[in-house]
């Protein structure tokens, strides 16, 4: 029979452009928040994180911002390249600030338009 | 450093065949982790080692799941016998300890038919 499978949210944005990603997360108890990318046939490769006592921080063209009140977190992107275009996975971290209890979201597929 | 190396890159086998899948974790990094990611499931943590030895190995999905780590570079997952549903592809991720920031492989795409 057919399998049904992830169908991942998409976001299309004009190169140049900003992109904001959002992700929700379940565990309220999660003291660490990580932002992967992961492009074609390769594996998932750390973007950022966020401590849960800080509310914003920026990297890199990268800025990540969590909401604990509605446990939210979203990743925004500026000035967009082709080189940007990915799935975008959250992953909330219990475990004193260590990668063992990494939870995966289902990731945010990224399409950079010319 | 040439990252997390995992062997093969992509695997087919046969229905009840053993595979074993390789991964040389960064050096220095004493926490390793191997995940499965599918379609359906997205990303999943099978096992971690903390110093070589299995901390958590909840997420393996059954008996035919096994891992080892005999030492600091090296570590396998094996399944025996494999089925179709295995099909996947697998990571193998290390980091320091006390990082939150895991460093993964390439992966190993495996196809079992």
């Known amino acids: 029979g057919e399998s049904v499978g992830l169908h991942l949210p998409t976001l299309s944005v004009q190169e140049g452009d900003n992109s904001i990603i959002n992700c929700a997360y379940s565990?309220?108890?999660?003291?660490?928040f990580i932002w992967y990318k992961q492009e074609s046939g390769k594996g998932p490769q750390f973007i950022i994180d966020?401590?849960?006592?800080?509310d914003k921080r920026q990297g890199q063209r990268v800025t990540v911002l969590l909401n604990k009140t509605v446990k939210h977190l979203s990743l925004q992107i500026a000035a967009t390249q082709p080189g940007d275009s990915a799935v975008y996975f959250c992953?909330?971290?219990?475990?004193?600030?260590?990668?063992?209890?990494?939870?995966f979201g289902s990731g945010t597929q990224l399409t950079v338009l010319p | 450093d040439a990252g997390v190396i995992q062997s093969p890159r992509h695997e087919v086998t046969e229905m009840g065949q053993e595979v074993t899948l390789r991964c040389k974790p960064i050096?220095?990094?004493?926490?390793l982790f191997w995940y499965r990611q599918t379609m359906m499931r997205g990303l999943e943590l099978l096992i971690y080692?903390?110093?070589?030895?299995?901390?958590?190995d909840s997420g393996m999905p059954e008996d035919r799941f096994s891992a080892k780590m005999p030492n600091a570079s090296f570590s396998t997952l094996k399944i025996q016998p494999s089925e179709p549903r295995d099909s996947a592809v697998y990571f193998c991720?290390?980091?320091?300890?006390?990082?939150?920031?895991?460093?993964f492989g390439q992966g190993t795409r495996l196809t079992v038919v």
């Open positions: 992953a909330e971290n219990e475990g004193l600030g260590s990668a063992r209890q990494l939870t």
């Open positions: 991720a290390s980091s320091k300890q006390g990082s939150t920031e895991a460093f």
């Open positions: 565990n309220s108890a999660s003291d660490y």
């Open positions: 080692f903390n110093n070589n030895v299995p901390i958590d």
């Open positions: 050096s220095g990094h004493n926490s």
């Open positions: 966020i401590r849960s006592n800080m």
